[in-house]
Structure formats: structure tokens, C-alpha cells
């Protein structure tokens, strides 16, 4: 990702950050990112695989995606 649109990105999100997320939102959050990088990795084994996800969840995937 572009370095300007990752400032971009932390600018227009600093508001929302400076309350603290439920509970609920990080259980589900940290669901769904296991269950992307799982499925990606499942593709990866028959081909080259793109996907477009949330800046939210990009440093997640990519750590556990990096850490197999």
C-alpha cells in the first residue's frame, strides 16, 4: 500500500481509535481475520491468490499469513 494512503487511512480513523472497541467487535474481528487468512491460505495451494480486505484487518492477515 501506498505510504500516502496508509497516512490517509490512520488520519480519517484516529477519531474512531480514541474510543476503545467493544469486546464483542474484537472477538469478531479476530474470528473473521483467523477465518480469511485460513481461506487463503487454502487457495494459495492451487494457485496465485488477490484479495482486497479492510485496512483494518491488513496487519493481522499479513502476520499470519508471513508466520506459515
Sequence with gaps: MASHETAHVRRSTSLLRRF???????????????????????????????????FSHLDALADSLAAT
Design 20 to 54: 476503545e472497541v467493544p469486546a464483542a467487535s474484537r472477538v469478531l474481528d479476530a474470528a473473521r481475520e483467523r477465518y480469511m487468512a485460513a481461506r487463503l491460505r487454502a487457495l494459495s495451494t492451487d494457485s496465485v491468490v488477490v484479495a482486497v480486505v479492510g
